[in-house]
């Protein structure tokens, strides 16, 4: 079939090529000089004098031909055929694709030719003399021009494509256009001439044929029925006629959404229960109306037009799922309403006035919700309760009484008590009965001021249902507190003040708060009233100011000052204090600056001179001086009985790892302390004790039982621990490393075995087998084994 196809459009080509050549010899005028001739391409001639000059030579592409395809012939009139004329052919493709016959002038092309590589070739053509190789005719260029055949099909540069429509679109909407470019000559033929139809997408789209472009085709194309449609163009050569080439591509086209769908709610009434004690602003419940529009088509708003709910639902969209989402406003009570009823209206929000006739575009929906009742703790009658009392008031004292009741219709009884984290010094009692409340401890005003302490309500029948209520009391201010020193003073007076002097000015304060302010009166004590150095004057602002009676002070003569100022308030009862201001006298220098101050104390009211205190500090001083020679003293009366605290070994076991060389080592300690048992040693007295027998001498151990040396040795050595001055005055632990006299086997060791004063006989060693034999040798009695 592929051969069949080739085969017609080789022919095509060669019908056209005739035909134009046909057109170019009816077109060509005949001349007397030099002449073109030529059988399959067709030159136009110009003449001028001797004609040497043409235009274009034209050759078919596409050659599949064994032998070289004839072009055309060059000729001029000065060939007489004797072979003395010669022409060279230069220029593009010269002897590469085109080569020329040197004496005939015929050219032939070598190579098959592709219009769409290369359209025409430019060459220059030249008759020389074949001797001389001089030129007998001037050099023309002239062109081959490569003659298209219909070997291209259509393309979709472009392609695949992609594109959208809105659904419901009107016939004829324009949805796309396609563009196929065809690579043959599209100034010759119908080669390059493209049509355009569709293979697949009928009958929801059409395309127009000369332009590309597609349309919609059917009305109402639903996006909720089908929102995708592939379609197959078509893009043929030759206006579309048979033979021509053809190339296709697909479209895919999308439905986009608007908005034809209006909401509907799936069910008419919808019911929902909640508990009462839900919380506020819990989510009740979620309803939906349901829109086949996507996007922005399908977003909802939701509002309560209707019930007896309005004011304890709301009632909003979800803007991702586009439900609607009803919360509670208020607290629920079942005692007091079992159920609500809704009308829920759900509306489109962005409605299209196109699609108006298919609403409208809301629906309406009934929302019953049932209260279920669940067992509610006690609420407090009030849950913030104010009261006031005096901090004069006495313990026990009724400061006011809180209520409150279980909810339920059981109506259960009801107990208080106070949370004591805030109350924790216990200063208020509550009535578990009643809950009236009163003082547990003495108030304080100036200690705390407010008390904010929280109330517990809890039913008698379920403990765990507790109410919270909150108790705020205020302690009113009664006049309990005397004013003093706003701060401690530190007054300096110059030597050479003069008389009428301020030389401080004074204040107060007081922890109580009359309701009117303070208003604090200042005076100096009666016993120094009359005294001839200071006196005081009361500002009537709560200030009073320290006035000098007199010129110069002498610091030798004494150098402080105790003034004792009595301030009262203006309480009822009225409160004072005495507090005492201390004057120095300094040297001072011309501005009235303190340079320095001695600190020896005068009190006006006692009235102690410079001598008696002097006196009374000397005494103070030979009482110390005493009481450390006492202390001395006795510290060197006690002698501790234990000198070197690394020797008290009270109560404390001593272990030591070591492992000495045995009986023979005699360089590690000394052993003779443990074998010496005869030694006497020297009787010493203790201090602490008095011993009631001395012992003078001990019976030698050699001649006592094995059980008595022991015993004699450890009653030995207890006596030397009461009678040692240095030994502690209680009980210790003594370790002593004593062993006996001695064995009767004698020396167990191996290492005497070999002397003669032993008799233990080795030979049956002999009869112990071979393993045994190195030790017969060794140990047996045989001279001979021995020295040999």
Request: charge should be negative.
């Amino acid at each position: 079939m592929k051969s069949v196809t080739v085969n017609i459009q080789t022919f095509l080509g060669i019908v056209t090529l005739l035909l134009s050549l046909w057109e170019a010899s009816c077109t060509e005028s005949s001349s007397s000089g030099s002449h073109l001739h030529s059988q399959h391409s067709g030159a136009t001639l110009r003449r001028e004098k001797r004609s040497w000059v043409w235009n274009q030579f034209f050759v078919l592409e596409e050659y599949t031909g064994n032998d070289p395809l004839y072009v055309g012939k060059l000729h001029s009139d000065v060939d007489k055929g004797d072979g003395n004329v010669k022409y060279v052919l230069s220029g593009e493709g010269a002897t590469s694709i085109f080569i020329i016959d040197e004496k005939t002038g015929d050219i032939h092309a070598t190579k098959r030719l592709d219009r769409e590589e290369q359209a025409y070739y430019t060459l220059r053509a030249q008759a020389v003399d074949s001797l001389t190789n001089k030129p007998v005719e001037p050099e023309s260029e002239f062109i081959i021009k490569i003659q298209d055949i219909n070997d291209n099909e259509p393309k979709f540069l472009d392609g695949p494509y992609m594109a959208g429509v809105p659904e419901m679109s009107p016939v004829g909407t324009s949805v796309i256009q396609v563009t196929a470019t065809d690579a043959d000559d599209p100034t010759y033929g119908n080669s390059a001439r493209v049509v355009y139809s569709i293979l697949q997408g009928q009958p929801y789209f059409s395309v127009e044929s000369k332009t590309g472009i597609i349309r919609t085709a059917l009305p109402s194309m639903d996006r909720e029925l089908k929102d995708q449609y592939l379609l197959v163009i078509q893009a043929k050569d030759m206006v579309g006629q048979m033979g021509g080439l053809s190339g296709t591509t697909s479209v895919t086209v999308t439905l986009t959404d608007v908005n034809d769908n209006p909401p509907r709610f799936s069910h008419k009434i919808y019911r929902y229960k909640v508990p009462e004690s839900l919380p506020v602003a819990s989510m009740v419940a979620k309803i939906k109306a349901a829109d086949a529009d996507v996007g922005p088509n399908a977003e909802m708003e939701y509002r309560i037009i209707d019930g007896d709910g309005l004011g304890m639902f709301k009632v909003s969209a979800n803007k991702e799922t586009q439900e609607g989402v009803i919360t509670l406003q208020k607290g629920l009570d079942f005692e007091t309403k079992e159920n609500y009823t809704l009308r829920i209206e759900a509306t489109n929000k962005n409605i299209d006035p196109q699609f108006l006739s298919l609403g409208p575009f809301s629906d309406i929906t009934t929302v019953n919700i049932t209260v279920e009742d669940v067992d509610e703790p006690p609420i407090f009658t009030s849950p913030l309760n104010k009261m006031i009392v005096s901090e004069a008031a006495k313990v026990g004292t009724i400061i006011g009484t809180v209520s409150a009741h279980d909810p339920d219709a059981s109506n259960s009884p009801i107990r208080y008590s106070i949370d004591r984290n805030t109350d924790l010094e216990r200063f208020f009692n509550i009535d578990a009965m009643t809950g009236v409340i009163s003082i547990a401890k003495q108030l304080d005003r100036e200690m705390n001021a407010v008390h904010n302490i929280t109330i517990f309500a809890m039913e008698s029948q379920d403990p765990t249902q507790v109410g919270r209520g909150v108790a705020i009391i205020t302690v009113m201010d009664i006049n309990d507190n005397a004013p003093v020193f706003a701060i401690e003073y530190e007054t300096f007076l110059c030597e050479n003040a003069r008389h009428g002097q301020v030389i401080q000015t004074i204040s107060a304060v007081d922890k109580d708060e009359p309701p009117n302010g303070h208003r604090f009166f200042f005076a100096l004590t009666p016993e120094v009233a009359s005294n001839l150095n200071f006196t005081l004057r009361d500002n009537k602002d709560n200030t009073a100011s320290i006035l000098t009676k007199r010129n110069g002070f002498r610091r030798q003569e004494q150098s402080l000052y105790k003034l004792p100022i009595l301030i009262v308030d203006s309480g009822s009862p009225s409160l004072s204090s005495t507090n005492t201001l201390t004057i120095k006298v300094c040297d001072c220098d011309q501005e009235g600056i303190a340079q320095s101050c001695n600190a020896e104390a005068y009190m006006l009211s006692a009235g102690l001179s410079t001598g008696a205190l002097i006196a009374i500090l000397a005494c103070v001083l030979t009482l110390l001086v005493l009481v450390l020679l006492i202390v001395t003293m006795r510290r060197r009366k006690k002698e501790p009985l234990i000198f070197d605290e690394e020797r008290d070994i009270r109560e404390n076991i001593v272990r030591y790892d070591d492992e000495g060389g045995g009986e023979e080592d005699t360089e590690a300690f000394d052993m003779v302390a443990l074998r010496n048992l005869n030694v006497m040693r020297d009787t010493k007295t203790r201090r602490d004790v008095t011993p009631e027998v001395q012992f003078f001498s001990r019976p030698a151990y050699k001649t006592l039982p094995d059980n008595v040396i022991f015993r004699e040795f450890i009653w030995e050595r207890l006596k030397e621990a009461d009678i040692d001055p240095s030994a502690p005055p209680y009980d210790s632990l003594q370790t002593y490393a004593f062993e006996g006299n001695g064995s009767v086997a004698e020396s167990l060791s191996s290492l005497e075995s070999l002397s003669t004063d032993s008799d233990q006989n080795y030979d049956y060693l002999s009869d112990w087998g071979p393993r045994f034999k190195k030790l017969a040798d060794l140990y047996g009695n045989s001279e001979s084994n021995i020295f040999s």
